[in-house]
């Protein structure tokens, strides 16, 4: 065992630090710059093209692929990894704008439900066709099949290690 002089902290040989090798920096390098750029680019797109932001969109997206095109606000607010008080905020703009509407639960008057208007789900098709060029160009256009299944199973294998849960429902039944 040794011990740390600047923690004062006992170490054994299990708790040694780990480091990144040459590679693993170089891919974790590569993963931030791809984190820091990429939602800025859609979002571009999207201010640009429909007059939404990246995140209003995945709102109303995800609004436009529920049943009966509605969701609890803490149901939405999970699967686009928001605070309730954020989600509240755009679902107030999105709402003056007549994309959304909220009401109380008809089961609960405590919980709010979010429903997508026709003007919304007229906005997701409108929107949706620019969105996907961008993923394309951005994304994909450089990958070629195997680039890709590659991709999808190292970025499966890493949100099955940090979001053990599956909270947005990408499972492993999703891998076939």
């Known amino acids: 065992m040794t011990t740390d002089a600047t923690a004062?902290?006992?170490?054994?040989?299990?708790?040694?630090?780990?480091?990144?090798?040459?590679?693993?920096?170089?891919?974790?390098?590569?993963?931030?710059?791809?984190?820091?750029?990429?939602?800025?680019?859609?979002?571009?797109?999207?201010?640009?093209?429909?007059?939404?932001?990246?995140?209003?969109?995945?709102?109303?997206a995800m609004l436009s692929e529920a049943r009966s095109r509605e969701l609890r606000m803490s149901e939405l607010a999970r699967l686009t990894s928001a605070t309730l008080p954020?989600?509240?905020?755009?679902?107030?703009?999105?709402?003056?704008?007549?994309?959304?509407?909220?009401?109380?639960?008809?089961?609960?008057?405590?919980?709010?439900?979010?429903?997508?208007?026709?003007?919304?789900?007229?906005?997701?098709?409108a929107s949706a066709p620019g969105h996907a060029r961008t993923v394309l160009e951005s994304v994909y256009d450089d990958l070629d099949a195997h680039e890709v299944a590659a991709l999808s199973g190292a970025l499966g294998k890493?949100?099955?290690?940090?979001?053990?849960?599956d909270r947005f429902g990408l499972g492993r039944e999703h891998d076939r």
């Not at 003056?96 to 008057?109: C, E, N, Q, S």
């Not at 890493?158 to 849960?165: G, K, N, Q, S, Y």
């Open 8 to 60: 004062g902290a006992t170490t054994g040989p299990s708790d040694a630090p780990r480091w990144l090798d040459a590679e693993q920096m170089r891919s974790w390098l590569r993963l931030q710059a791809v984190i820091e750029l990429l939602p800025a680019a859609l979002d571009q797109q999207l201010r640009r093209d429909a007059g939404l932001t990246h995140y209003e969109y995945v709102v109303l």
């Open 86 to 125: 954020r989600l509240s905020h755009v679902a107030r703009r999105l709402e003056a704008r007549g994309y959304l509407v909220r009401t109380a639960a008809p089961d609960d008057k405590r919980a709010t439900v979010a429903r997508l208007t026709e003007d919304g789900w007229q906005k997701v098709v």
């Open 158 to 165: 890493v949100l099955a290690h940090i979001d053990p849960h």
